[in-house]
C-alpha cells in the first residue's frame, strides 16, 4: 500500500521554523493560510484576530499545535 499526497500538502511544508514571521507584524509564526492568490503566515494573535474571515476565503488554513 503506497501513501498519497494530496495537493494541498505538497503545497504547504509540514513544520514553521524560526525564520517563518507574520506577515502583519513580524512575529514568529504559528498559522499558514493558503488563499488563491498565494500564500499568508500570522502569528497567534492575528491567526486568532482575523481566524473568522480567512475561514470564508482561505483554501487551507493551518496552525501549529502548542506542545
Avoid: W
Amino acid at each position: 500500500m503506497t501513501e498519497q499526497t494530496t495537493e494541498t500538502e505538497a503545497v504547504l511544508p509540514p513544520m514553521f521554523s524560526a525564520l517563518d514571521r507574520c506577515d502583519r507584524c513580524g512575529a514568529q509564526a504559528k498559522a499558514r493560510v493558503l488563499l488563491d492568490a498565494g500564500i499568508l503566515l500570522f502569528c497567534g494573535h492575528h491567526i486568532k484576530k482575523y481566524n473568522d474571515a480567512l475561514e470564508a476565503v482561505a483554501s487551507v488554513i493551518m496552525i501549529e499545535q502548542e506542545s
